[in-house]
């Protein structure tokens, strides 16, 4: 491991304690800064064999007038069958973030400008086939200091400033997505109709669902269908939305059913025809 990266392991009890208290002294001081921070880019979808180092890198753009301190960490999260994200700060089973080596936990970016950051991901020997998953945050300071002081055993309300959480995942040994289209049909959710796609994931990585539909509805319009773009993780089973597209600045059409669709919608490993009419 190269001597610049810092593991992220959680910090021994006598140094979490230090904390606590350099934190005390200063929370009266305390205040809330705007977060104009952006990531690029959005997330990392890498493949990689176990007892292979992987480095990688990221930007951050700062968009403020001041050159702006930001933290950064490695978190775990979950992601529900019906489209519901979790972070956790502790490391849950079977997390690889003890894999991940991060180049150091601040950056202060210029004014109106830019910090590469580096990260290396370095699974073990031995390591089983399967997908790492765990996100990168930048953090204004304030979140990162309530964290801390949250660990320590001790709650204090500190300012929160925001938050850009960067997926990664590596494909470890060859893990790939599994997809099968269950269905396609209409539903009615918040009061409107909307075409949705039920899809299983038997693989070992996430996938996702890419591509589009010609569409008809029952007055003649004419439009595109595209997948909701969120990750189909291993062993979940998900329905998707598929939206009408905007086309030429104009906002999406209001469907009204019944409606035709033809076309495929597309995964990493294949694609699936369509050829549907939904009432």
């Known amino acids: ?94 997390s690889c973030r003890p894999w991940v080596a991060l180049e150091r936990r601040s950056v202060t970016v210029p004014a109106r400008g830019k910090k590469s950051f580096r990260f290396q991901i370095d699974p073990p020997a031995g390591s089983p086939r399967g997908e790492c998953r765990f996100m990168i945050a930048i953090e204004g300071t304030e979140p990162a200091q309530q964290t801390l002081i949250q660990g320590g055993g001790a709650s204090l309300s500190l300012p929160v400033t925001g938050r850009i959480a960067v997926a990664v995942y590596l494909m470890l040994d060859g893990a790939e997505p599994k ?49 909701e773009g969120t990750p189909i993780l291993p062993g979940q089973t998900r329905t998707l939305a598929l939206m009408p597209k905007a086309e030429s600045g104009q906002p999406a059409p209001e469907p009204v059913y019944p409606v035709k669709t033809s076309g495929a919608l597309d995964w990493d490993k294949g694609s699936f025809k369509v050829e549907a009419e939904l009432k």
């Open 1 to 94: 491991m190269n001597k610049f990266l810092l593991h992220t392991r959680t910090l021994p009890q006598w140094l979490r304690a230090s904390s606590f208290f350099l934190l005390l002294a200063c929370v009266g001081a305390a205040t809330a800064a705007p977060f104009e921070i952006a990531v690029s880019p959005s997330r990392f979808e890498v493949s990689g064999k176990s007892g292979v180092r992987l480095g990688q890198s990221l930007d951050i753009h700062n968009l403020a007038s001041a050159p702006t301190e930001v933290s950064v960490r490695t978190i775990d999260w979950s992601y529900s069958a019906d489209g519901n994200i979790t972070y956790h700060d502790e490391l849950q089973p079977g």
């Open 179 to 227: 997809l099968e289209m269950k269905q396609i049909a209409s539903s009615v959710a918040g009061g409107k109709r909307r075409t949705v796609v039920t899809v299983t994931n038997t693989g070992d990585a996430h996938g996702r669902l890419e591509g589009s539909l010609d569409a008809t509805d029952s007055k003649g319009r004419a439009f595109e269908l595209v997948p």
